[in-house]
């Protein structure tokens, strides 16, 4: 019988498999071999497998490292279903009791258990290691591997010391696995843990069933994407969120709103994550909102969509993240929202640390930024930066491909680029290649002198933001690298110059900018507004402008007309999900006509109407509204009332213009605005809101500024907005 026989029929036995998936096969044999091993597998091609089934067929127990509690609970769950023996697998974390440890040894002494799971800290422990020092380990195991490198998304310090006590426990073949390297971060793990002789396995990074968008980020993020779950109701998603705050906040908007979420990460209790974690698998709850400490070897193959909503700070950590999306080839959506403050925001996280580690950082945040902008196939930009060539021109697939921008000619452009680069000596990063094409006299190019040089400049005339554009085609398409030692610096290929003596076509599109003020809408893009039905609602609200003689602002916000030609609300009920329409607003005479006019426009134009939702904010904002009204209605002094609840009188007009604006709430503060202010004084104030045919607060600013504080006047504008609109 032949070893690949006995392998099939191991798989079959322990696994229920017929066949292996790409090189587990091979990966396997070769550590029952004795060789260690490198392993470059996309999350969903199997790792797991790869360690779990060498460990029941070897003499010994295996020592997998892993950084989570939850990938541990996750597995050697999943093996005592498979295994009719007790014990067959165990962890040992700081989550254990010590019964619980005194009960994982034995089972380890007895030869019972064939799989350890240890997290790294508890490795290194001195009774730990005094223990594994008698047993026969048969392999180490590290996954999660890129823990290692400091260009790793993840970078663990705990990780360099794995080598070490591999040395003191005893010596055994090791297998190193992770989802995401690329060429730095290989070389750094194969280095740091003393098996730079290992055979490597690299599997395709490509997963064709993936669907990767980027959406800018707005102040309606909370709804796009409370809109965009409800599209895809009873379906398992994982939100990633980079503080635990905004996890916690964002878990809180989506129960509100009726869908089963949770909040997980490192903060909370173990049994906690271990019963959110437990609800998911489950399908007792279908959202997990997390940082990146969910996710990581949780075996759930169908998760259908995968949304960041902050930007990672590595292509690496969003490549695995994304990974946990389709894992059984189906469906899988994987939407980022990008906003370029939060870059900013997780530039200025860095300062204080180490230079090298903020160098580092910021390389790999670049790298991030260039995949959100680029209008690029994503798919193509994704598995070059983990040094594999995507051919197909259109994944037909990802936003860009599926919408794609207009391409332009730019041979002559990265002639300029490669010329340049030669130039300053292959010798510096895309920042500073660019600034120098584009002649700026930044201190760092003055200090090298490099003003002086003919090439300086030679791009000055040129659409300053087709250099990046450029720049990213000629790597993607190998007229340029970047070298692997010193990341980031540009070298030109043999093809460049090639390209530089005989120039060929070369198409580049512009990249995406991201307007953080736009309005996204549940496909992408901007908000699909009907400009027709726009206009005719227009109409009618200066037909009730004229017939009340009001401002036509205080019918209805320019804002809500937008709306109503975005959604289509046709019943008052649906009107009341429109900002700036409350209950009050329904009730005005005129809000029937509106309505009836939405509908017979979608009759008469046949239009399929996606309903929208109004967000419900979470319990703690409700409650603070909920406290306002109530101390409002018991006509207790505005200032006092900030005070009570901890806050600013400025935020207390920005909770009241909420309830009023937004809401369409009608709320009677006169008894506050007529104390601290004279009835002659509100008076002019109103009469000028009222001379207007917009609601622009500016320009009450610029009439009253010179005798009334902004606070003054915003007080009126409420009360106004109030008592007439609502």
């Known amino acids: 019988m032949t070893i690949k026989t006995n392998l099939s029929a191991a798989l079959k036995k322990y696994f229920g498999f017929d066949t292996f998936k790409g090189d587990q096969e091979a990966i396997i044999q070769n550590v029952l071999e004795g060789n260690d091993t490198f392993v470059l597998m996309p999350t969903g091609g199997g790792k797991s497998l790869c360690y779990q089934l060498p460990s029941l067929l070897m003499d010994g127990v295996a020592i997998v490292i892993s950084p989570l509690i939850a990938l541990m609970k996750n597995q050697v769950d999943f093996i005592a279903h498979l295994?009719?023996?007790?014990?067959?697998?165990?962890?040992?974390?700081?989550?254990?009791?010590?019964?619980?440890?005194?009960?994982?040894?034995?089972?380890?002494?007895?030869?019972?258990?064939?799989?350890?799971?240890?997290?790294?800290?508890?490795?290194?422990?001195?009774?730990?290691?005094?223990?594994?020092?008698?047993?026969?380990?048969?392999?180490?195991?590290?996954?999660?591997?890129?823990?290692?490198?400091?260009?790793?998304?993840?970078?663990?310090?705990?990780?360099?010391?794995?080598?070490?006590?591999?040395?003191?426990?005893?010596?055994?073949?090791?297998?190193?696995?992770?989802?995401?390297?690329?060429d730095k971060v290989r070389s750094d793990i194969k280095k740091n843990l003393g098996i730079v002789d290992a055979k490597e396995f690299k599997s395709s990074f490509n997963r064709p069933n993936l669907y990767y968008e980027v959406r800018?980020?707005?102040?309606?993020?909370?709804?796009?994407?409370?809109?965009?779950?409800?599209?895809?109701?009873?379906?398992?998603?994982?939100?990633?969120?980079?503080?635990?705050?905004?996890?916690?906040?964002?878990?809180?908007?989506?129960?509100?709103?009726?869908?089963?979420?949770?909040?997980?990460?490192?903060?909370?209790?173990?049994?906690?994550?271990?019963?959110?974690?437990?609800?998911?698998?489950?399908?007792?709850?279908?959202?997990?909102?997390?940082?990146?400490?969910?996710?990581?070897?949780?075996?759930?193959?169908?998760?259908?969509?995968?949304?960041?909503?902050?930007?990672?700070?590595?292509?690496?950590?969003?490549?695995?993240?994304?990974?946990?999306?389709?894992?059984?080839?189906?469906?899988?959506?994987?939407?980022?929202f990008y906003s370029y403050k939060d870059l900013q925001k997780l530039d200025k996280f860095m300062e204080g640390k180490p230079v090298a580690e903020q160098d580092i950082g910021r390389q790999l945040l670049q790298e991030t930024a260039a995949y959100a902008e680029t209008s690029v196939c994503r798919r193509k930009m994704l598995l070059h930066y983990f040094g594999e060539e995507y051919k197909e021109d259109n994944c037909h697939n990802c936003d860009n491909c599926l919408h794609p921008g207009n391409k332009i000619e730019a041979s002559q452009q990265l002639v300029t680029a490669l010329q340049a680069i030669l130039s300053i000596k292959e010798n510096f990063r895309t920042d500073y290649v660019i600034d120098f094409i584009t002649g700026r006299e930044t201190d760092e190019v003055l200090a090298?002198?490099?003003?002086?040089?003919?090439?300086?400049?030679?791009?000055?005339?040129?659409?300053?933001?087709?250099?990046?554009?450029?720049?990213?085609?000629?790597?993607?398409?190998?007229?340029?690298?970047?070298?692997?030692?010193?990341?980031?610096?540009?070298?030109?290929?043999?093809?460049?110059?090639?390209?530089?003596?005989?120039?060929?076509?070369?198409?580049?599109?512009?990249?995406?900018?991201?307007?953080?003020?736009?309005?996204?809408?549940?496909?992408?893009?901007?908000?699909?507004?009907?400009?027709?039905?726009?206009?005719?609602?227009?109409?009618?609200?200066?037909k009730w402008s004229r017939k009340l003689n009001r401002p036509p602002y205080v019918i209805f916000q320019d804002v809500s007309i937008e709306q109503m030609a975005t959604y289509y609300p046709i019943t008052l009920e649906e009107l009341k999900n429109i900002q700036g329409v409350g209950d009050g607003k329904t009730r005005q005479p005129y809000a029937k006509d509106f309505v009836n006019l939405i509908k017979r426009y979608c009759v008469e134009n046949e239009i399929e109407r996606q309903s929208d939702l109004r967000v419900r904010t979470k319990a703690k904002d409700s409650m603070r509204k909920l406290k306002i009204l109530q101390n409002i209605d018991r006509r207790i002094a505005l200032d006092d009332i900030a005070n009570a609840l901890g806050i600013d009188f400025e935020e207390l007009l920005d909770e009241l213009e909420g309830i009023v604006l937004y809401s369409g709430n009608k709320i009677n503060i006169d008894y506050f605005v007529y104390d601290v202010m004279d009835r002659d004084d509100v008076a002019d104030i109103c009469d000028f809101l009222a001379s207007q045919e917009k609601d622009d607060l500016k320009a009450a600013y610029k009439e009253f500024c010179a005798d009334f504080s902004e606070d003054e006047i915003r007080l009126v504008r409420i009360k106004y907005i109030s008592d007439m609109a609502n």
């Open 83 to 182: 295994s009719e023996q007790e014990g067959t697998a165990h962890f040992l974390n700081s989550s254990l009791t010590k019964g619980a440890i005194d009960q994982v040894k034995e089972d380890i002494r007895a030869g019972r258990t064939k799989l350890l799971y240890v997290a790294p800290e508890s490795l290194t422990k001195e009774d730990n290691v005094e223990f594994l020092r008698t047993v026969k380990v048969s392999f180490y195991a590290i996954d999660e591997a890129h823990c290692i490198s400091e260009w790793g998304h993840d970078f663990r310090p705990e990780y360099r010391r794995i080598r070490p006590i591999i040395n003191e426990i005893g010596q055994a073949p090791v297998i190193a696995l992770t989802a995401t390297a690329t």
């Open 216 to 336: 800018p980020k707005t102040k309606d993020i909370d709804k796009d994407i409370v809109r965009f779950i409800k599209q895809h109701t009873g379906k398992s998603g994982i939100i990633y969120c980079l503080s635990r705050k905004k996890v916690e906040d964002l878990a809180e908007v989506l129960r509100a709103n009726d869908i089963k979420a949770q909040c997980y990460h490192a903060g909370l209790d173990t049994s906690t994550r271990t019963q959110t974690q437990d609800d998911f698998l489950m399908e007792r709850i279908d959202v997990i909102v997390a940082t990146i400490a969910f996710g990581m070897g949780i075996d759930k193959p169908d998760v259908r969509f995968v949304i960041h909503y902050d930007i990672p700070k590595s292509l690496e950590g969003y490549y695995q993240e994304t990974g946990r999306a389709g894992r059984d080839g189906g469906e899988g959506i994987c939407l980022a």
């Open 448 to 542: 090298h002198h490099h003003e002086s040089l003919d090439t300086f400049g030679s791009g000055e005339d040129d659409d300053p933001k087709i250099w990046n554009p450029v720049l990213r085609q000629a790597l993607i398409l190998g007229y340029l690298k970047k070298e692997v030692e010193n990341y980031g610096l540009l070298k030109v290929t043999s093809a460049g110059k090639k390209f530089i003596k005989n120039p060929q076509t070369f198409m580049v599109m512009m990249d995406h900018e991201f307007n953080e003020d736009d309005e996204v809408s549940a496909e992408g893009g901007t908000s699909a507004l009907d400009p027709t039905l726009s206009a005719m609602l227009h109409d009618l609200r200066k």
